[in-house]
């Protein structure tokens, strides 16, 4: 009778106390690699000063500049060097949350937004963008496997500085292209008015009520209609709220000839806006690049 047969197969797993040890020993190499990352490597980060409005302005970039906005930090504000860097940032992201025709669920190849720049009236060369729309465009595009490319990189960089990330996270980017002086204030006055619709709940509220409540039916339709000639998917009701306040009370260069309503009410509306706003900085002196009390001349508007 030969012997009981020998069991072979896969070793003996480690004891738990030696398991314990190999992790143990695996979790110290980790934090020692990750102190000489920290030290060799450091993780990267964009230069970020507090600012007025003037100070921005001011600034005419050899390179992207990042502010925060100091009647409200939570606003940030990039300066451009050139119009294409800033189109190269935004251009996706417009289509994503701002352009009729294009889809609001998933984010465009480069070959497709291509396209839609080709065969579409311009995009928008001044709009402020929500934080949670920006994080959100971040995850479709991971979603959709499309590239970024190095300025859209740069942006989900400095989402990440500034821990948009996080959930709950409340905040706008501003995008301050190239122009000459007068036409970059009123611009900036458009878009930091934008933003104030994103990170102020009572502000929202309140453009809200008075879109729907102190605007009569045809005057709604004319900002609408505007809006739709240039591009701007008014499907999206809180799109057309918020770009008709920022037109009506914000916009200096804009003219009222262009939504077919006369100066006069065009004052009147605006005065009324203004009356009872919720967000004091907005009508502050020397908080927006221009007075937005002021009655306003015709002019063009980009």
């Known amino acids: 009778m030969t012997g009981a047969p020998t069991v072979t197969g896969r070793p003996k797993p480690p004891e738990p106390r030696n398991r314990i040890v190999l992790w143990a020993a695996i979790a110290a190499s980790l934090v ?23 100070q921005i302005l001011a600034a005419h970039p050899a390179k992207p500049l990042y ?10 504000v990039i300066a ?19 352009r009729a025709g294009t889809p609001h669920d998933r984010v465009l190849s480069d070959p497709e937004l291509a396209a ?22 971040f995850r479709l595009m991971s979603l959709d496997h499309v590239a970024p490319n190095p300025d859209e990189r740069r942006l989900h960089l400095l989402l990440g500085v500034l821990h948009w990330f996080a959930p709950g996270a409340v905040g706008a980017i501003v995008a301050l292209g190239p122009s000459d002086q007068a036409a970059r204030a009123s611009l900036l006055s458009h878009a930091l008015a934008n933003a104030a619709y994103f990170v102020s709940p009572a502000y929202a509220v309140y453009a ?9 039916l045809p005057e709604q339709a004319l900002f609408t209609r505007y809006l739709a000639a240039h591009g701007y998917d008014t499907d999206l009701t809180g799109l057309v709220v918020n770009e008709t306040q920022s037109l009506l009370c914000f916009t200096p260069a804009f003219d009222p000839a262009a939504i077919g309503l006369a100066p006069s009410q065009i004052q009147s509306l605006r ?24 009655a306003w001349g015709p002019g063009p508007h980009s």
């Open 80 to 98: 451009f060097p050139t119009a294409n860097q800033q189109s190269a940032t935004f251009n996706r992201i417009t289509a994503l949350l701002l």
């Open 67 to 76: 502010f925060r906005f100091r009647p409200d930090p939570s606003i940030v």
């Open 208 to 216: 809200e009520h008075f879109f729907h409540d102190s605007l009569t």
């Open 32 to 54: 020692i690699l990750a102190g000489i990352d920290f030290i060799f490597f450091p993780p990267p980060s964009l230069p970020i000063a507090t600012e007025d409005a003037a």
């Open 116 to 137: 839609v720049i080709r065969t579409s009236v311009p995009f928008t060369v001044a709009h402020a963008y929500r934080a949670q729309d920006l994080v959100r465009f």
């Open 271 to 294: 005065t009324r806006f203004l009356q009872k706003i919720p967000l004091h900085w907005l009508k502050s002196p020397g908080a927006l690049p221009l007075d937005p009390t002021r």
